[in-house]
């Protein structure tokens, strides 16, 4: 019997359509002539799902009772009797109760599977195993019904039911997901912006994981070696030297710019094991590699760079990331093309990128021209060629000379000189000249084995044969000479390009160019030093001796700073680059110095525009009850014995009113000044903030009919200000109760998560559109600005400093289905201080 087909729709949470799209798909099916039943359905109430179901055949349930309670479960057996084309199966990882036929309804629908049934089914991705504990990280809710990866890694077709978060929210607010009693509490725990977003990301990306499997699943059934670079898959390669660590962070990068990169770190390692890595170096960049979000992978092979180019294929990677190599140039030449050449010529479509360290010689340095022209190794090697190929070349010569054969011997000798000098310079070619000539006097002139010469004319020709040898050599090494001078000069322009350019890089220049003069000039270690000692920037590692070089920063007989170089001792060409640095760092030092003076003057400025908003409120907002204060008293003063108890009393009500305005007014000027000068006064304990809650609305003298309370009663104790607390809610709860639409209630609710306490001030007024919600917290900021009996527009920014003196955070969100949501949140208390605190209460 053929088996059915498993189609499994993958939502990222609850509500986002899956049972909904399961039996839109049902009815599809149904229409197209299939036979679709529902074995089984969780409506969970909501009417829109069951209207789809509406004209789809279903399979009785069958009843278990398990401690007096009767519930109902998938009936495997009618439905196999019932033998329908397709069966849809809601909530897959559903634990079925005891006493049923399988623990898990994955089983059932492996039966059915296996009894050529096809099966759609639902699951979302917090009941998937292997993420079980990466959801709880993210909602910080324990989910105990999970399901294999196998099983729904082995589905012949996954989708997933994909809704925007905010989109979630709206019909959760709406009452599309679950009954209006639990929407208050679903938003401010499981059902939050971020939690909605990283579930939704999680989803998106198993799925793009499982896409992959089954991409290279079909590229190895077809016989496909090339890659399909369907995602960025960087693979860095390791040697466990000291580079990897910049190779790691390279590679992390790359993987990075593009959404849903990987990155993949690979070790060669030889059959033998003769091919070892520093110790410890291994462990350590894998631990990076890990924390970076890689994986990392050793393979064996004696072949490094095919090895490594078979792993970045049979892995599908798109770039391949290798240090540039530690060998000398001796060493390569001597040794041929190193692993990157061998790497790039086999990479095909794979990308590579060869990345400079430190252990390849650090960065840009200044190439030296003290000394020859031509470096010690090079003459070295000059020499070396002279003795060895200069006996093989004369024992050849010998074997086969005629006494017609002196002119041949005498110009392979020269080509023997033109090639050491081309190679050691003139020295070598001198050598090798002297040596050739004393050869050729020996072997080949007349008489043979002395070192006497019969003929004149042979005389001449061996001085012009060792004169011409000179001329070559001196050519040689003026032209390298000259190759040498040419590369200091471009450097030289490269530095003085690179100096003057990080001077326009603002506040980054110092550290910059401080690094490049390190660099540029070779020392171990340089820093800028200001004139009491503060280090200002450093670069290497600069030890303290008598030799460093002091150099001063900055005009003369006042300088800003002195430039410490550390390592060595500068020639003269390099001394005047040095200046040039010296310039350029001034020049970033006074840059740094008007953008400090700038940025004060921005604050000054904002203060004064604090200062003229404080002005402009003031004239109007304190004149208003002081003047209404000052007339009630003068009425009274003037006219008291001819005044009615009735006047008297009305006088004497809106000399109390306008005096306690003025007063709750000139409190808030004395909070905003205290916030904003970083005095606030905080006493910060452990706090029932249920209690903090209840005063603040007794304070402001509303009842049920205005505020709604939706309190956690497993609420811990918060760490705050009881205080600042309650004046931070008075102040939300007002303004929500101000623009609330008549009729409609303030809900304050609570809740908790991972060691936050939030408080959730929600209103269905206005709201305030996203790119206000910022500006909202600004002093003297009223909604619309036209109000002018509201006060100073300062509650809100005293509520934000409040908060945020206390150590928490005030945010504005959307409430769903229109209106404000202000949300408290503050750190829940250390159990060790809830504790002192109730013994003290005690």
Known sequence: MMRGRLRVLLGAAPGVGKTY??????????????????????????????????GLPVVPRRRVTHREVTLTELDVDAVMDRAPDIALIDELAHTNAPGSRNPKRWQDVEELLAAGIDVITTVNVQHIESLNDVVEKITGVTQRETVPDAVVRGADQ??????????????????????AERVDAALSSYFRLGNLTALRELALLWLADEVDSALNRYRAEQGIQGTWQARERVVVALTGGPEGDTLIRRGARIAARSAGGELLAVHVSSQDGTRTAVPGALTTQRALVEALGGTFHQVVGEDVPQTLVDFA??????????????????????????????????????????????????????????????SIRRQALGFAVALAVGPLLSWLLFRTSSPESLASAVLAYQLLVVVVALIGGIWPALFAALLSGLTLDFLFVEPLFTVTIAEPLHALALVLYVVIAVLVSYIVDQAARRTRTARRAAAESELLATVAGNVLRGESAVPALVT????????????????????????????PDNRALHIPVGPDGAPRATLELHGGELDAPERRLLEVVIAQLAAALEHSDLAETARAADALASTDQVRTALLSAVSHDLRRPLAAAVAAIGGLRTSGAHLSDADRAELLATADESLTALTTLVTDLLDVSRVQAGVLAVSLAPLDAAGVIASAVDELGYGPNEIDLALDSELPPVHADPVLLQRVLVNLVANAIRYAPPGSRVRVATSHLRGTAEIRVIDHGIGVAAERRESIFTPFQRLGDDDNTTGLGLGLALSLGFTQGMGGTLTAESTPGGGLTMVVSLPVAAPADSAATAEEHA
């Open 158 to 179: 996954m989708e997933v039911v994909d809704l925007a978060p905010q989109s979630l929210q709206d019909r959760l607010a709406a009452g599309l997901v679950y009954p």
């Open 313 to 374: 294929r049979s892995v599908n990677a798109s770039q391949l990331v290798i240090g540039v190599s530690r060998r000398g140039r001796l060493a390569a030449a001597l040794t041929g093309p190193g692993i990157g050449a061998t790497v790039i010529r086999a990479s095909g479509d794979i990308d590579v990128h060869i990345v400079t360290h430190a252990a390849a010689g650090g960065g840009f340095a200044l190439p030296r021209i003290t000394g020859g022209a031509l």
């Open 516 to 543: 490049r003069a390190r660099e540029a000039f070779g020392m171990t270690g340089v820093r800028l030093v200001a004139p009491d000692g503060t280090i200002l920037a450093t670069d290497g590692e600069p030890v």
């Open 21 to 54: 799209e399961m039996l839109l798909e049902g009815r599809r099916l149904r229409g197209e002539g299939r036979d679709v039943v529902i074995g089984v359905l969780e409506t969970h109430g909501r009417a829109a799902t069951a209207a789809q179901a509406e």
